[in-house]
C-alpha cells in the first residue's frame, strides 16, 4: 500500500487528474465535500475548478463517473462561474453519460443538463441535445430526447425552443429504434401539451398509424393551459409568489397572469416556406386567359394544389394575384369565380402578411362579387375575403369596403355587413379606434333601416359586434339617433358574439366602470372618460386652454359632423342629458301659444303685436325679464322664440324693439336647451338684420349664442346659405365678417370647409367691394387653420384677387390660430380627454386634407396607357410616364383608386434606364402629395420598391428615392412601412448603398416615433450584420441607427437577439449595444394633447411629457406650414418640452437673482467640433428648414444646456418676446468679457439668432442686428474664421432678412454682411447671396443684387462662384424681372463686373433677349464715362483686394488647411503682378544679402539698398516698371482679357475641389493643343507649373489618404494633369519659359508621384506611372537646358540633406542627370555653364568629398564625377573661364577638381597650352604659376599700403585687373580693415573714371567714411545679379552706362516679373542651405563661405536719396 500513501498526500485537484482510480476517486468525494462547503456562490474559489468540470463527467472508471457526477451537479448548482463550461460538459454528458448502462449515470447526466438549463444555459444545452440526436448509439438519441421531453415538460416552451425539435421529429418517427420512436411519441405528447394543435402540421406527413396513435394520446391531455413546475434562476420569485397564491387557495389572477406566461406558439412559424413560383405551369397565364373554362380550369386547379403549402416563400405574386383576380371578377363560370377565391384564400393564408400588399386589389373585386347567389361560391369569397383580412388591416382596406357599402344590391350589402362583422371580431379596442369606427358606424346605420330584412340583420350583428369590441361607451355618441328597439337588438347582437381574442376587449370595458382611475390607461377608446373627467373636473382652467397646440383647432375632430356626438362620451355626469343632442319636434302655433303662456306674463302675450311701438317695447322689456328669471329645465326655447317671430316678428321696424328682440334671442339660446329646431326658426331674422346699422351687432351676439347651443359648423352652414340666397350685400359681408370672427372665438374643428369655399366663391365674385374684402378676411382666418392647401382651390381666381388673397395669407403668416374660447363649455371637454387613445392628432390633420375635392381618375389610367409604360421602347415609355405625370397634375388631387398603376410603376422602378427611374421617383412624389394620407394602401406593393432603389448606385437617383420615400412617409406615417417582413427583407439584402440609405433614413424617423409596430425586431438581426459589413459606412450608419432600434425595442430583446450571432460577432454587438444604450434618446411623448397642458399655467408638472410628436402627427399628414407658426406664437412654449413645468417651482424659490452672476457661456472643451461631427454623422438634425419646426428648437435648447447658463436659456427660450429682449441685452453686455466663450458656442449662438429672424417683433428683431454687428466686429478683431457650418447654418435666415420692408432692417443686414466678409472669404459669400437672389420677395433680391456688385466691386471677379460665367449669367436673368429694384439693381451689378472687366462681360453673360440688352447696353453707356480706364482700374483695385485674401489666409486660426492652399493659389494667380512683389518681397531679403558678399568692396555700406528697393534699381536699367508693367506688354486692352481669364482657370487648377480642377485642366488643354492659342499661355507657365506641383501635393497628402473619395476620381485627376505636362513639355517655346525653382517643385512632385506605392495598388495605377515616366523625359528634354540641370542639382543636394527622403528618390533623381548628361553634346552650347558649375561648387561645398564617401551608396559622387568630367571633355580648358559667379575660386573644391581633371587630359592628348588665347595662355599660367601670380598682388598691395607709392600701385592693380579681368584679389582684401578695402575700391574707380574720360565723379554727401560712389557700383551688382537669373551678359565688353540708361527697358528674355521672384526665392532656400552647413564659419573665415553683412545700420533714405542724384547726373 505504498503507493497509496503517496497520492493520499497530493492535493484535491492532483488527485482528481491521477491516473489511479482510487485516487480519482477520493479526489472526486473531496472536491464534493468542499463543494457542498462553499456558501457563497460569487466565491472564487470555484474557478479553481474550472478547468475539473467536464473530467468529472467524462472520467473512464463507471464508478468514479458516478462520484464525479454527483460533484459536477452540486458545482453546476451553486457556482457562479459554472455556466462557462455548458458545451464541453454536456457534450461530455451526452457522449460519455447517456450510453452508460447505469440508469443513476443517466438520471445525474438527465439532472446536469436540466441544472444548466436553470442557471440560463438553456440554448447552449439544448444544441448539444439535438447534436446527440445525430449519434449511431440509440441510447444516446433516447436519452437526448427525454431530457428534451423534461426540460421542456418543466420550464415549458418560452424556455425550451420548440421549432428546432419539431423540425426532427419527423425523422424521429422513422427511426429503425423502436425506443427511439416511443420516446419521439413521448415528446410529441408533451410538445402537443403546450402548443395544441399547431403541431398537425408540421406532423401531417409521418406514418398514419403514427399519428392515429398519437391522436389517441392527445385527446387524453388535460384541456387546462400547462404551467411551467421550475424556473430559471431570474423567475424564481415569480415561482414562490404562485406557490404563495396556491397556498392561499385561489388563483384566479394568478391563473390569468400565468396564461399569459404560456406564449402562443403559432403553427406557421413552425413550418418551412415552400418556393411555388417557379413550379406554376409555365403556360398558366395563357391557359388561364384560354376560352375553354376547362383550361382555365386546370390552370386554376394547378396552383390550387401550390397554394395548399401552408407557409409559402415571399416572392413577387403581384401577376399571379392579377389573374386571379380577373377570374374572381369577370369569368362567367362560377364554378371558376370559387376555384380562384380557394387560390386566393389558400395564398392569403400561405403568405400571412405578405399578401398585404395585394389586399388592396382583390377586396373591392371579392366583394362586388358576392352578387352570386350559389352558396358554395359565396362561402369560397366568404373564406376568401377572410383570409385576406388577416393579411391587412382594417384601416388598410376600409376605403374600399365603405365604398362597396353602398351598393343596390343587398347580398352585397349583406355580404359586406358580415364581412365587417367578422372583421370587427379580430379587433381589439386599440385597432378599432374612432377615427375607424365613425365611418362604419356611420354606413351601417343606413343599412339597419334598409328594406331587405337580411342586410337589416347583417347590420345589426356588424354594430353588436363593434359594440362588444370597445365597449358602449365608444359606440354610443354614433347611435344617439337610433330608436330604442333597433338599439336593444343591437345590444342583443352584442351579447351573442364571440371575439376571436377571447373576451378581453369586451371585458376590460367593463372592468373600467368598476375601477374609474385604471381606466385611464386602458386601451380602449374613450372607455372611462367620464371617471377620469369628474377627477380633473376641479380644473376647468387648464382644460380651456386646453386646445391651443393643435394646428387645427381643437382635437376634438369632427365630432359635430355626426349628429349626436356633442358630448361624446366625456362630458360631465351632471350635463345629463348633454350627452345627447337636443333633437326636438317642430310644434305647431297653438302648441306653442299654449306653452309660451304657461311661463310668460299674459299681458306680454297680448301685446307683442300691438300696433303701438311703446307697448311692444314694454312687452320685450317683459318677455325679457321672464326669460332671465326661467329654470333650463322648464324654458321651452321653440315656443318662445315663435312668439318672437309672431307678426311682427323680423318686420318689426322699431330698432329699440328689434334690438330686444334680438337681445332676448341670444338669452334664451345661452339659458335655454335651445335645439336646431328653434335655431330654423329665428336664423332667417337673424341674417336680415344682421347689415343693419343698429341691430347687426344684436344679431351677430344672437347668432353667436346660438353657435354655441347648437354648434357652430350647423349654425355657420345655415347662415351662409341664408346670407347667399338673399340680396343684400351688407347682410352677406356682415354675416362673413361674424364666421370670420366664430371661427376665431369657436375653432375650427367639424366645419364644413367644402361648403363654405363654395359660398366664399360666390362672394368672391360679388360686385361690391365689402363683400369680397369679407370673403378674403374669412380665408385669412380659414388659412390660420388650414394651411397653404386652402390656396388651391382659388387658384383659378383671377391673378389681382389673389394676389389679394396673398397678401391676406402672408399676413397671417407667423401666426397661430387662437385658442377657442366658447363652445367649449358644452362640447370641447372631451377634446382634453387623455382617453383618446392618442388617435386624435392624426384625425385633425386627416381632416383638412379630407376636405380638398379629390378627382377620380382610375377612368383615365387605361390598358393602353399601362402597356405604354410596360413598352419594349424607352422613348414609349417615357410618354407613358410623361401623360401620368400630366393626369396627376391636372387632378391636383386624387382618389385612392388608380387602377393597375401601382404595378406599372412599379415595373418602372427597376427600369434599366436611368431616367426613367428618376422620372418614376418624380412621378410617385407627386402622387403622394395629390393622394395623401390615402396612400397609405399602397405602401407595400409601391412604397417599399422605392427602398429597393435606394440601392442605386448612381448618387442622384438615390437622393430622388430618398426624397420620394420621405413624401410618402410624410403622408402615411411610419406605420405602414414598418409592419410586415418588406422593410427587414432590404435591409438584408447585402447592398452597401441600399444599407446605408436605409439605415440612414431609418435613423432620421425612428426617433419622431412615439410607438412602432412589433415587426420592427425582425430587423435586428440585419442590423446586426450591417455592423460588420465590409463597407465603412454601413458600419457608421449601423451604430447610429443603433440607439434608435433601442429606443424602441429596449436593450433586452435587442441583447437577446445577439444570440444567434457568431460568438466574436456577439461580443462586439453587444460592445456596441452597451455603447448605444448610454446614447440611447428617450421616446418622444406620449400624446400630442397632453402637451397642450402646460399652456394653462397651473396644470401639474406631471402633465408635461415632451411635446415633440405634435408635428410628427399633425403636420405629417397635413402640410408642415401651420406647425411652426403655431410654435412661434406660443413663443417657445410648446416646445420648451417641459421647461415651464420646470419654471413654476423656479420662480417660487426666486432663486433666479443670485445665479445670475459667473459667466453666461460656459467652454466646453472640443463642444463646438463635437456639435459639428454629430451633424455630419447625422446624429442630430441638420440646421435647414423653411422655418423652424419644433424638434430644431428642441434640439437647440438640449445643445446650448451644456454651455449656457440656465436662466439665459430660460429667458432665450421664453415665450414672451421681452425676455427674448433681455436676453439679447445679457449677451451684448458680456460679449467682451467673454470672448472664448462666444467663440467656443458661436454655432448655437448663430442658430438662436436664425430662430429669432423668423419672430414677428421688430424689436427683437433689431436688437438681434445690432448683436450681429457687435459679434462679428468681434469675430474680425480676433482674426476668427468662421466654419462651413457655422455659415451654412446662419448666412441663408440672415439673407431673408435683406428683404424686410423696414429700411433700418434692410441697411443692418448689410452691414452685417459686409463685416462678415472679414470673417468668411467673400468667394463662398457669394454663393449664399446668389441663392437669395432666387426670393420669391423683390426686395430681397434687389438687395442681394446689389451685395453682389459690392462683393464684385471689392474683391473682383475672383468673387464669383462657381465661374464668373454661370454667376453673371444668373444675374442676367433679373434684367428682365418684373420689379423695377431688381432690373436696376441686377444692371448695376452687371455695370460694376463691367468696370473691373470690360467688355469680356458680354461673352459671359451669354444670350440676352433684345430688350434687356439695350437696357444693359444704355446703362453701361450712360457709367461709363471712364471705359478707358478700366483695365488699369482692374490693377490698380486688386492690390487691396490680395490683401484681403492673404490676410484672410493668415487669420485662418481654425480654417481648413486646403483652403490656404487656394487662397495663396489665388494670390499667386492675380494678374496684378504688384502684389507678387509685395507677397514675396521677404524672399528677396536673404538672397540679397547674399549677393552683396560678391563685391565685397562695399560690403558694409550699402546692405539694404537692393533689399528694400529692388524695383528701383530695375526700373531704369532693366525691366520695365511693374506698374507700366501691368498695362504692357501683355496687358494692353487686346490681351487684358485673356491674360485675367488664363489667371483664373490656372489658380482653378490648384483647387480642393477636384472636379473644379478637372475642369480647368481641360480648359488649359484645349488651349495648349491649338497651336493658334498655346501662345496665349506665354507668360503663364510658372504659374501654371506652381498650381499643378501644389495639386499634386493636394492629391498626395490629402486626396489619397480620404478613404471617403472615389479612387477613379484621383486617377482621373491624375491623368488630366499628365497630359496636361505632356502638351505643355511638347511645345518647345512654352516649356523653356518654366524657371529653376519651379522646375524643382514640378520633378520633386513627379518622382514622388512615381514612388507613391498607393498608386500602384489601383488597378489603372501602372498607366499612370508609365505616363509620368514619358512625362519625367519630356520634361528633361524640353525644358529650358540650364533651368533644368541647375534644378536637378538642387534637388538631388535636397533629397540627400532630408533624413526623411528616401533612397529610391536620390537615385531617380541621379538618373535623370545621367540623362542629362547623355544629352549634353547636343545641348552645351544652349547652357549657361557659369550657373551650372555655380550650382556644382555649392554642391560640393555641403557635400564635400570625405562626406559624399560616407554616403551608403557611391551613386552621388559618381554622378558628380560624371557630370564634371563630361563638361571638361566637351568644354575643355575653357571650361574654367565660367567659374565667374563663384565667390573665391581659389577655396573651391571645384575648380581644383577641373584643374586636375584637365591635367589629366592634357597628358593624354599632349596638345600644348600655346594654342591658347592670350587670355587662356595667362590662365593656365596664373593656374601653373598661382605661387608667382600671388607674390606679384603681394607686391602691388605692399606699394598701395605704402604713403609714398599708394598712387603707383593702384595704377598698377587697375592694369593688372585689366589684363586678367578676372583676376581674384579678394583674398588679398578679406585680411585688410573695412577702410582699407574701400579705399583700394574708390582708387580703382577714379583711375578707371580718368582713363575712360567718363568726366568729373559727383561729391559723395552723407558717407560717414567720406567717400565717393560712383554708379559703376550699381553696374557692377547688377551684373552679378544678371548673371545669378540667368540673363546674360555681353562677355566682357560693357555697353557705355549713358547707352544703358537712356535706353528702354525691353528684358532679353521675356520673363515676368514674378518669375524672376520664383527663380531668386529659389536660390534662396539653396542658399539657405548652403548657409547652413557653413554657420559655423567666421565672416574672416577662409573659405569664403557667403555670410550676411555686418553693418546694416545704412539709412535707406539717405542711400535713396544719392542714388536719385546718380541718375540724374547721368542723364
Known amino acids: 500500500m505504498g503507493d497509496d500513501s503517496e497520492w493520499m498526500k497530493l492535493p484535491v485537484d492532483q488527485k482528481c487528474e491521477h491516473k489511479l482510480w482510487k485516487a480519482r476517486l477520493s479526489g472526486y468525494e473531496e472536491a464534493l465535500k468542499i463543494f457542498q462547503k462553499i456558501k457563497d456562490e460569487k466565491s472564487p474559489e470555484w474557478s479553481k475548478f474550472l478547468g475539473l468540470i467536464k473530467k468529472l463527467v467524462t472520467d473512464s472508471n463507471a464508478v468514479v463517473q458516478l462520484k464525479g457526477l454527483e460533484a459536477a451537479l452540486v458545482y453546476v448548482e451553486n457556482a457562479h462561474v459554472a455556466g462557462k463550461t455548458t458545451g464541453e460538459v454536456v457534450s461530455g454528458v451526452v457522449s460519455k453519460v447517456f450510453n452508460q448502462p447505469k440508469a443513476k449515470a443517466k438520471e445525474l447526466g438527465i439532472e446536469i443538463c436540466l441544472m444548466y438549463i436553470e442557471i440560463e444555459k438553456g440554448e447552449a444545452v439544448q444544441e448539444e441535445l439535438l ?234 373585386t371579392i366583394l362586388e362579387k358576392f352578387k352570386e347567389k350559389k352558396p358554395q361560391v359565396v362561402q369560397a369569397l366568404q373564406e376568401a375575403i377572410d383570409a385576406i383580412f388577416l393579411t391587412t388591416t382594417l384601416q388598410n382596406i376600409s376605403e374600399d369596403v365603405l365604398a362597396v357599402m353602398d351598393n343596390k344590391n343587398p347580398t352585397i350589402k349583406q355580404q359586406t355587413s358580415l364581412f365587417i362583422a367578422r372583421s370587427f371580431r379580430h379587433c381589439t379596442a386599440s385597432t378599432l379606434p374612432k377615427s375607424l369606427l365613425k365611418p362604419f358606424c356611420a354606413a351601417l346605420l343606413k343599412h339597419i333601416n334598409d328594406s331587405a330584412p337580411e342586410v337589416r340583420d347583417a347590420a345589426f350583428e356588424a354594430l353588436g359586434t363593434a359594440l362588444k369590441v370597445v365597449g358602449e361607451k365608444a359606440v354610443n355618441p354614433f347611435l344617439a339617433d337610433v330608436d330604442k328597439l333597433k338599439l336593444d337588438k343591437i345590444k342583443e347582437c352584442s351579447e351573442k358574439v364571440e ?109 307683442l303685436d300691438s300696433s303701438n311701438w311703446k307697448e311692444r317695447l314694454a312687452c320685450m322689456e317683459e318677455f325679457q325679464k321672464a326669460v332671465e328669471l326661467m329654470d333650463r329645465t322648464e324654458m321651452p326655447c321653440q315656443a318662445l322664440v315663435r312668439m318672437l317671430a309672431k307678426k311682427p316678428g323680423w318686420k318689426e321696424t ?88 366664430a371661427i376665431k372665438e369657436f375653432g375650427f374643428s367639424g366645419l364644413n370647409v367644402k361648403a363654405f369655399i363654395s359660398n366664399v366663391k360666390t362672394a368672391l365674385a360679388a360686385t361690391n367691394p365689402a363683400v369680397r374684402t369679407s370673403a378674403i378676411t374669412l380665408l385669412g382666418v380659414m388659412y390660420l387653420y388650414v394651411g397653404p392647401s386652402l390656396r388651391m382651390f382659388f387658384e383659378d381666381e383671377k391673378p389681382a384677387l389673389l394676389s389679394q388673397i396673398d397678401a391676406e395669407f402672408e399676413k397671417m403668416q407667423g401666426q397661430s390660430p387662437p385658442a377657442p374660447t366658447r363652445g367649449i363649455s358644452k362640447h370641447s371637454i372631451s377634446g382634453t380627454d387623455e382617453g383618446e387613445d392618442g388617435d386624435e392628432p392624426d384625425e385633425v390633420g386627416t381632416d383638412v386634407v379630407d376636405l380638398l375635392p379629390r378627382t377620380e381618375i382610375s377612368d383615365k389610367i387605361t390598358s393602353e396607357l399601362v402597356s405604354k409604360i410596360s413598352d419594349k421602347n424607352w422613348k414609349i415609355r417615357k410618354e407613358g410616364l410623361d401623360e401620368v405625370a400630366g393626369i396627376i397634375n391636372e387632378a391636383k388631387f386624387i382618389q385612392p383608386n388608380i387602377g393597375e398603376l401601382p404595378t406599372a410603376l412599379k415595373g418602372r422602378l427597376n427600369d434599366s434606364n436611368k431616367i426613367l427611374v428618376q422620372q418614376t421617383l418624380n412621378i410617385l412624389q407627386q402622387l403622394a402629395v395629390a393622394m395623401g394620407p390615402n396612400i397609405k394602401q399602397h405602401v407595400k406593393n409601391l412604397g417599399i420598391p422605392i427602398i429597393t432603389v435606394l440601392g442605386d448606385s448612381k448618387n442622384n437617383v438615390r437622393a430622388a428615392a430618398l426624397a420620394t420615400v420621405n413624401a410618402w412617409a410624410e403622408q402615411t406615417g411610419m406605420k405602414e412601412w414598418l409592419e410586415g417582413e418588406d422593410l427587414s427583407e432590404e435591409l438584408k439584402k447585402e447592398n452597401p448603398f441600399l444599407r446605408q440609405e436605409l439605415l440612414g433614413w431609418l435613423a432620421e424617423k425612428l426617433p419622431t416615433l412615439r410607438s412602432t409596430p412589433t415587426d420592427l425586431i425582425l430587423c435586428v438581426p440585419h442590423l446586426y450584420s450591417c455592423l460588420e459589413d465590409r463597407n465603412g459606412d454601413v458600419r457608421k450608419k449601423a451604430q447610429d441607427a443603433l440607439p434608435f432600434f433601442m429606443m424602441h425595442l429596449g436593450y433586452e430583446k435587442m441583447a437577446k437577439a445577439t444570440g444567434k450571432l457568431k460568438p466574436t460577432s456577439k461580443d462586439q454587438v453587444l460592445a456596441m449595444l452597451e455603447k448605444a444604450k448610454a446614447n440611447m434618446p428617450a421616446k418622444p411623448a406620449a400624446s400630442a394633447k397632453a402637451s397642450s397642458k402646460p399652456m394653462g399655467g397651473s396644470a401639474p408638472a406631471k402633465f408635461q411629457p415632451s411635446s415633440a410628436p405634435v408635428e410628427d402627427s399633425v403636420s405629417s399628414t397635413v402640410e408642415p406650414k401651420p406647425d411652426p407658426k403655431k410654435a412661434k406664437a406660443l413663443g417657445v412654449s410648446s416646445k420648451a418640452k417641459s421647461a415651464q413645468g420646470k419654471k413654476v417651482p423656479s420662480k417660487t424659490s426666486l432663486k433666479e437673482d443670485e445665479d445670475k452672476s459667473g459667466p453666461i457661456f460656459i467652454v466646453v472643451p472640443n463642444g463646438k467640433e463635437q456639435r459639428m461631427k454629430d451633424e455630419k454623422g447625422l ?115 440672415l439673407i431673408l432678412k435683406v428683404g424686410e420692408p423696414k429700411d433700418v432692417i434692410r441697411k443692418d443686414v448689410r452691414a452685417i454682411l459686409n463685416r462678415m466678409c472679414l470673417v468668411y472669404p467673400a468667394s463662398k459669400m457669394f454663393p449664399f447671396i446668389m441663392e437669395g437672389t432666387k426670393s420669391k420677395n423683390s426686395k430681397q433680391r434687389a438687395e442681394c443684387l446689389e451685395e453682389l456688385g459690392c462683393l464684385v466691386e471689392s474683391y473682383g471677379m475672383n468673387v464669383c462662384q462657381p465661374t464668373p460665367g454661370k454667376a453673371l449669367k ?70 487691396p483686394r490680395t490683401q484681403s485674401i492673404n490676410s484672410n489666409a493668415n487669420m485662418l486660426r481654425k480654417g481648413p488647411a486646403e483652403d490656404m492652399s487656394s487662397k495663396l493659389n489665388q ?37 539694404e539698398l537692393v533689399q528694400h528697393k529692388l524695383d528701383d534699381i530695375f526700373e531704369p536699367v532693366l525691366i520695365p516698371e511693374p506698374k507700366i508693367r501691368a498695362v504692357s506688354p501683355h496687358f494692353d486692352d487686346m490681351h487684358s482679357n485673356t491674360a485675367s481669364t488664363i489667371n483664373f482657370i490656372i489658380s482653378q487648377v490648384a483647387s480642393g475641389d477636384i472636379n473644379t480642377s478637372i475642369q480647368a485642366l481641360t480648359q488649359i488643354d484645349e488651349v495648349l493643343r491649338q497651336e493658334d492659342k498655346a501662345e496665349a499661355m506665354s507668360g503663364h507657365i510658372d504659374q501654371f507649373l506652381i498650381a499643378t506641383f501644389m495639386q499634386l501635393r493636394l492629391i498626395y497628402n490629402t486626396h489619397m489618404a480620404d478613404e471617403k473619395l472615389e479612387k477613379d476620381e484621383i486617377i482621373k485627376l491624375y491623368s488630366c494633369i499628365i497630359g496636361n505636362m505632356i502638351s505643355l513639355f511638347q511645345i518647345e517655346s512654352l516649356a523653356r519659359e518654366a524657371s529653376t525653382g519651379v522646375l524643382k517643385d514640378l520633378m520633386h512632385g513627379l518622382i514622388t508621384l512615381m514612388l507613391d506605392s498607393r498608386i500602384e495598388d489601383l488597378e489603372e495605377g501602372q498607366q499612370v506611372i508609365r505616363s509620368v515616366n514619358l512625362l519625367v523625359v519630356k520634361v528633361l528634354e524640353k525644358s529650358d537646358q540650364t533651368n533644368i540641370l541647375s534644378a536637378l542639382l538642387v534637388l538631388l543636394q535636397d533629397s540627400l540633406l532630408a533624413t526623411a527622403s528616401s533612397p529610391k528618390f536620390s537615385e531617380l533623381v541621379m538618373k535623370c542627370l545621367w540623362r542629362m548628361v547623355r544629352l549634353l553634346p547636343d545641348t552645351i552650347n544652349s547652357i549657361n555653364l557659369d550657373r551650372i558649375l555655380l550650382d556644382i561648387h555649392i554642391f560640393m561645398k555641403v557635400f564635400p568629398k570625405e562626406k559624399l564617401k560616407q554616403c551608403k551608396s557611391e551613386f552621388p559622387i559618381r554622378t558628380l564625377k560624371t557630370l564634371l568630367h563630361t563638361l571638361c571633355k566637351l568644354k575643355g580648358p575653357k571650361i574654367l573661364d565660367h567659374l565667374t559667379m563663384i565667390d573665391n575660386k581659389n577655396e573651391s573644391e ?70 586678367y579681368s578676372d583676376a581674384d584679389i579678394e583674398p588679398f582684401l578679406k585680411n585688410s580693415s573695412q577702410f582699407f578695402q574701400s579705399y583700394v575700391e574708390r582708387g580703382l574707380r577714379v583711375i578707371e573714371m580718368e582713363r575712360e574720360g567718363k568726366g568729373r565723379i559727383p561729391a559723395s554727401t552723407g558717407n560717414t567714411n567720406g567717400e565717393e560712389v560712383g554708379p559703376s557700383v550699381y553696374l557692377e551688382r547688377l551684373k552679378i545679379l544678371r548673371q545669378r537669373c540667368g540673363l546674360d551678359n555681353t562677355k566682357d565688353e560693357r555697353p557705355p552706362l549713358t547707352s544703358l540708361l537712356s535706353k528702354p527697358a525691353v528684358p532679353p528674355v521675356a520673363s515676368s516679373t514674378d518669375m524672376l521672384h520664383s527663380k531668386l526665392s529659389q536660390l534662396r532656400e539653396s542658399r539657405e542651405q548652403h548657409q547652413h552647413s557653413d554657420l559655423d564659419s567666421n565672416q574672416t573665415h577662409s573659405s569664403g563661405s557667403v555670410t550676411t553683412s555686418s553693418s546694416s545700420t545704412a539709412n535707406i533714405d539717405d542711400l535713396k536719396k544719392r542714388l536719385e542724384r546718380i541718375k540724374s547726373s547721368r542723364k
Open 131 to 364: 447534436k446527440g440526436l445525430d449519434n449511431k448509439n440509440p441510447k444516446i438519441v433516447v436519452a437526448c430526447i427525454e431530457t428534451l421531453r423534461k426540460a421542456l415538460s418543466e420550464f415549458g416552451s418560452k424556455i425550451i425552443l420548440l421549432k428546432p425539435i419539431i423540425k426532427v421529429l419527423p425523422k424521429l418517427f422513422e427511426s429503425r429504434e423502436k425506443a427511439v420512436r416511443d420516446e419521439a411519441k413521448l415528446i410529441a405528447v408533451e410538445i402537443y401539451r403546450w402548443i395544441r394543435d399547431a403541431l398537425r402540421p408540421p406532423l401531417q406527413n409521418i406514418n398514419s398509424v403514427q399519428l392515429k396513435e398519437l391522436e389517441e394520446e392527445w385527446v387524453k391531455l388535460p384541456t387546462g393551459a400547462p404551467k411551467p413546475s421550475r424556473f430559471l434562476r431570474s423567475q424564481q420569485e415569480l415561482e414562490a409568489k404562485l406557490e404563495q397564491q396556491q397556498s392561499a387557495g385561489g388563483d384566479a389572477e394568478g391563473g390569468g397572469d400565468d396564461g399569459d406566461e404560456v406564449p402562443q406558439i403559432d403553427a406557421y412559424e413552425l413550418l418551412e416556406a415552400v418556393e411555388i413560383l417557379s413550379k406554376l405551369p409555365k403556360d398558366f397565364y395563357d391557359k388561364i386567359e384560354a376560352k375553354k373554362w376547362q383550361e382555365r380550369k386546370e390552370a386554376l386547379e394547378a396552383v390550387e394544389v401550390l397554394v395548399k403549402n401552408p407557409k409559402l416563400e415571399a416572392g413577387d405574386y403581384a401577376d399571379l394575384v392579377k389573374a386571379l383576380k380577373k377570374v374572381v371578377g369577370k369569368d362567367t363560370n362560377v364554378m371558376l369565380v370559387a376555384l380562384a377565391a380557394k387560390c386566393l384564400t389558400g395564398l392569403a393564408v400561405g403568405l400571412r402578411k405578405k399578401f398585404g400588399q395585394y389586399a388592396g386589389h382583390v377586396v373591392p
Open 499 to 607: 371575439l376571436v381574442h377571447g373576451k378581453k376587449a369586451g371585458l376590460a370595458a367593463d372592468k373600467k366602470e368598476s375601477k374609474p382611475v385604471p381606466g385611464r390607461t386602458a386601451t380602449s377608446g374613450a372607455a372611462g372618460d367620464k371617471d377620469t373627467k369628474d377627477i380633473s373636473a376641479p380644473k376647468p382652467g387648464p382644460l380651456k386652454k386646453a386646445p391651443t397646440t393643435k394646428a387645427g383647432g381643437p382635437p376634438k375632430k369632427g365630432k359635430p359632423a355626426a349628429p349626436g356626438s356633442t358630448g361624446s362620451a366625456g362630458t360631465k355626469n351632471k350635463k345629463g342629458p348633454e350627452t345627447k343632442e337636443i333633437v326636438e319636434p317642430e310644434l305647431s302655433i297653438e302648441v306653442c301659444e299654449e306653452k309660451a303662456s304657461a311661463v310668460l306674463p299674459a299681458t306680454c302675450i297680448q301685446l
Open 654 to 741: 322699431n330698432f329699440q324693439v328689434m334690438q330686444m328682440k334680438l337681445h332676448i334671442v341670444a338669452l334664451i339660446a345661452q339659458k335655454g336647451n335651445f335645439s336646431k329646431t328653434s335655431a330654423q326658426i329665428v336664423l332667417d331674422g337673424l341674417v336680415d338684420k344682421i347689415g343693419d346699422v343698429k341691430c347687426g351687432n344684436n344679431a351677430k351676439e344672437a347668432m353667436t349664442a346660438i353657435a354655441e347651443a347648437c354648434m357652430l359648423p350647423w349654425t355657420a352652414e345655415q347662415v351662409m346659405s341664408m346670407a347667399f340666397s338673399q340680396k343684400n350685400p351688407k347682410n352677406q359681408s356682415e354675416t362673413l365678417n361674424w364666421l370670420s370672427n
Open 1179 to 1293: 446624429k442630430v438634425l441638420k440646421w435647414n428648414f423653411t422655418t423652424p419646426r419644433d424638434e430644431y428648437i428642441e434640439q437647440l435648447k438640449t445643445q446650448m444646456s451644456s454651455c449656457v447658463a440656465k436662466w439665459l436659456q430660460d429667458e432665450m427660450f421664453h415665450s414672451d418676446f421681452q425676455h427674448h429682449n433681455k436676453a439679447l441685452a445679457v449677451m451684448v453686455d458680456h460679449l467682451e468679457s467673454e470672448k472664448e466663450g462666444v467663440i467656443g458656442c458661436l454655432d448655437l449662438i448663430l442658430k438662436w439668432l436664425t430662430l429669432r429672424f423668423f419672430d414677428t417683433n421688430t424689436s427683437v428683431l433689431m436688437k438681434a442686428l445690432e448683436y450681429l454687428k457687435l459679434l462679428f466686429t468681434l469675430l474680425s478683431e480676433e482674426e476668427y474664421h468662421l466654419t462651413e457650418n457655422e455659415a451654412s447654418s446662419f448666412i441663408p435666415y
Open 1370 to 1439: 444668373e444675374i442676367a436673368i433679373h434684367i428682365g424681372d418684373r420689379d423695377n429694384a431688381v432690373r436696376n439693381a441686377a444692371l448695376n451689378t452687371i455695370v460694376t463686373v463691367y468696370n473691373v472687366h470690360g467688355d469680356q462681360v458680354f461673352k459671359l453673360i451669354g444670350t440676352l433677349s433684345e430688350k434687356d440688352m439695350s437696357m444693359l447696353e444704355e446703362r453701361i453707356k450712360r457709367s461709363a464715362k471712364r471705359p478707358s480706364a478700366a483695365p488699369v482700374k482692374q490693377v490698380e483695385e486688386k492690390p
Open 1467 to 1503: 494670390a499667386r494667380s492675380m494678374s496684378g503682378h504688384p502684389e507678387a512683389a509685395q507677397i514675396v518681397r521677404r524672399e528677396f531679403q536673404l538672397d540679397l544679402d547674399e549677393i552683396e558678399n560678391d563685391n565685397g568692396t562695399v560690403r558694409c555700406e550699402m546692405p
Open 1790 to 1859: 571645384l575648380e581644383a577638381h577641373l584643374c586636375r581633371m584637365m591635367k589629366h587630359s592634357m597628358d593624354q592628348t599632349g596638345s600644348k597650352s600655346d594654342k591658347e588665347t592670350e587670355k587662356g595662355a595667362s590662365r593656365i599660367d596664373e593656374k601653373s604659376s598661382k605661387a608667382k601670380v600671388n607674390d606679384f598682388l603681394a607686391e602691388i598691395f605692399k606699394k598701395i599700403g605704402s604713403k609714398e607709392n599708394t598712387k603707383e600701385g593702384l595704377a598698377e592693380l587697375y592694369e593688372y585687373k585689366k589684363k
